[in-house]
C-alpha cells in the first residue's frame, strides 16, 4: 500500500465520520429506486423514526406529494435545493435540503442533507 492509498483510505474513514457525527444535519442517502439505503442518527431525530424504519422507506413516503416533481428534478440536475415539510407521529416539520449525486463503491446514488427550518 503506497502512502497515497493510506491517505485515501484515511480520508474515506474522516469523512465518513463526520457524515455520522453531523450536529443538527441529517444526511441520507438514496439510490435510483428513491430506496433509503443510509441515513445518520440526526436523521433518525428529525423525521422521529427508527433508522430501519426509514430503511424501509422511499424517498418522499414522508411528504404530501410524495416530493414530486421534485424528485424528478433532482435526479436530472446535479445539485438541487429547496424546502419541504415532513410528516411525523407528532406533526409536520419544515425542513431544508441540499441533494447531489454521489458514488458509494462505485455504484451511483443521491445524497441529501436537510436540517430543520429555524423558527
Known amino acids: 500500500m503506497t502512502s497515497d492509498d493510506a491517505t485515501r483510505i484515511a480520508q474515506l474513514a474522516i469523512l465518513g465520520e ?3 457525527c453531523l450536529v443538527d444535519v441529517a444526511i441520507f442517502v438514496w439510490d435510483d429506486d428513491r430506496n433509503y439505503v443510509a441515513v445518520n442518527d440526526v436523521a433518525v431525530d428529525l423525521v422521529g423514526r427508527s433508522r430501519e424504519e426509514i430503511l424501509r422507506m422511499k ?3 414522508m411528504t404530501t406529494n410524495r416530493a ?3 424528485f424528478e428534478e433532482v ?3 446535479g445539485v438541487h435545493r429547496g424546502t419541504s415539510q415532513i410528516l411525523r407521529a407528532d406533526g409536520t416539520i419544515e425542513i431544508e435540503w441540499l441533494t447531489c449525486r454521489t458514488r458509494v463503491g462505485g455504484l451511483p446514488y443521491m445524497v441529501s442533507i436537510c436540517w430543520r427550518v429555524a423558527s
Do not use: F, M
Request: net charge negative; aromatic share 0%; glycine share 8%.
Open 75 to 77: 435526479q436530472r440536475v
Open 59 to 61: 424517498v418522499g413516503d
Open 68 to 70: 414530486s416533481p421534485l
Open 18 to 20: 463526520a457524515a455520522e
